[in-house]
Structures are given as structure tokens and as C-alpha cells.
């Protein structure tokens, strides 16, 4: 389950590349799709605390709008997830394990957003609009909340490199028929982050950094089972033609 923050502003990555700047732009449609559904809801509210409607009636307003949250977060996490894996596999995104892996990206979207991410912000709203008067108090209750939807981001991130290593098994494998080793690995730490340590079952990303003799020695991917996990800004190069890349399938 993702470890949730509430950042007054989402914290994007630097944009070194494109990347980077590909996960930036799925952070702010996220971001963008939460906005304008609160709208609507602090809309109802506002009209409600006007009337004088009580706590309860006022989660019931939440609680309507509920569904629509739900249905509109799946729809923008599950296009970037489509679009990760694309950015990522390049001419390979119709390989069957990139289908595959998108299958099971999409399937975890569900899992997470329906069984994480909804009935938190449910509970958080609820909590927060609790005793709350006058559109401002509101909306800040509401703009308080951005990091949640907003660390879904990761999900992009994660998809990146899950389709790296996927393809770099395939390339491993074919490298060994030829009688050739496999490539090395490097887990590369963002300079400009605070970087986690292990906890709770999770890596931390000071621990995995370093070079690895193949994909198959690495223990997860950025943002995967890192206990940063949507908030990881680390990256992976392979050692190919006497430099480290990205990108390279």
C-alpha cells in the first residue's frame, strides 16, 4: 500500500529527460483530474454549510460524488500506464511481455485505487471537511489533499522500467545463446532527492544503488518495492558499448 503525503504542491522530478519530464506530465493530468472534480464537489458543499446541512449530509455529498472520483482517476492512471510502457519499449511495445505487463499494470491500478487511494480520500475529506466553514476552509481542505492522487505519478515511473527489464531479460537470453554476457545494471540516485531507507518489508534506495552483473540481480525497480515508492526519482542504465544508457530497447 502506497505511503501517502499531503505536499502543498506535488513534488515533480527534474527534468533531465524525457522521462522525466513524460512522468511530470502524468503527475499533472492526475493532479489536474482531481482539481476539477473537486469543483463540483465544494460547489455542493458550500451550497450545503449554506443551508445549514449537517456533518452526515455533508459526507453524504462526498460520498455521491464518490463514483465519478473513482471512474476519472482510473481513466487518466490507465492511459499513462499504456502510455509508460510505449515510452519505454518504443517499436516492442506490441512484444507479448510488454501486453502482458500492461495487463497486469492495469489490473494493479484497480487493485490500488479502488482498495488505497479512494477510500482514503473518502475517509481524509470527510475528516477534514468535518467542522469546516466558508469556501476558503474548504478549498483548503481540498488543496491539502493533492499529494495522494498526485503520488500515482509513480505507477508511470515504476511502468518504465518494469518494460526495461522485461526486455532486458529477452535480450539476455539471446545474448547467451551467442555465448555472450549480460549486460550490467546501474541503479542511479537522483542527486537532488532525499533518498529512503529500507523499512517495513520495503528497500530502501541508498541500499540498491550501485552496479549489478545482470537484470535478473536486481531485487525491484524504481518506485517499485522501494519504501519511497511513488515518490522515487532513482533510474536504471545498462553498460552497453562501453557507456551507460538509458532507453536502449
Not at 517499436?91 to 479502488?114: C, F, H, M, S, Y
Not at 526495461?164 to 542527486?191: A, M, N, S, Y
Request: charge should be positive.
Amino acid at each position: 500500500m502506497h505511503n501517502f503525503q499531503e505536499p502543498e504542491q506535488p513534488d515533480l522530478r527534474s527534468g533531465r529527460g524525457g522521462w522525466e519530464e513524460a512522468t511530470n506530465r502524468q503527475q499533472r493530468k492526475i493532479v489536474k483530474t482531481y482539481d476539477q472534480w473537486g469543483v463540483a464537489v465544494r460547489r455542493d458543499l458550500n451550497a450545503a454549510i449554506k443551508a445549514g446541512k449537517t456533518e452526515a449530509e455533508l459526507q453524504a455529498i462526498i460520498d455521491r460524488h464518490i463514483p465519478a472520483l473513482e471512474r476519472s482517476m482510473l481513466d487518466v492512471i490507465d492511459e499513462g500506464t499504456k502510455r509508460a510502457a510505449a515510452v519505454s519499449a518504443g517499436d516492442k511495445v506490441t512484444n507479448p511481455k510488454v501486453i502482458a505487463r500492461i495487463q497486469k499494470g492495469l489490473q494493479q491500478n484497480r487493485e490500488l485505487v479502488q482498495g488505497a487511494l479512494i477510500p482514503a480520500m473518502k475517509e481524509r475529506l470527510g475528516r477534514k471537511i468535518a467542522g469546516t466553514m466558508g469556501k476558503q476552509a474548504i478549498k483548503g481542505a481540498f488543496d491539502g489533499l493533492k499529494g495522494m492522487p498526485a503520488q500515482y505519478a509513480g505507477g508511470y515511473w515504476t511502468m518504465i522500467f518494469e518494460v526495461q527489464r522485461d526486455l532486458g531479460f529477452d535480450r539476455e537470453r539471446e545474448r547467451g545463446t551467442e555465448g555472450l554476457p549480460p549486460e550490467q545494471i546501474r541503479w542511479v540516485l537522483d542527486k537532488s532527492a532525499e533518498h529512503c531507507v529500507s523499512d517495513g518489508g520495503y528497500y530502501g534506495c541508498v541500499t540498491l544503488a550501485g552496479v549489478y552483473p545482470s537484470w535478473g540481480a536486481l531485487k525491484t525497480v524504481p518506485a517499485g518495492q522501494t519504501s519511497c515508492r511513488g515518490n522515487c526519482r532513482c533510474h536504471l542504465e545498462v553498460y552497453r558499448d562501453g557507456t551507460w544508457q538509458r532507453g536502449v530497447y
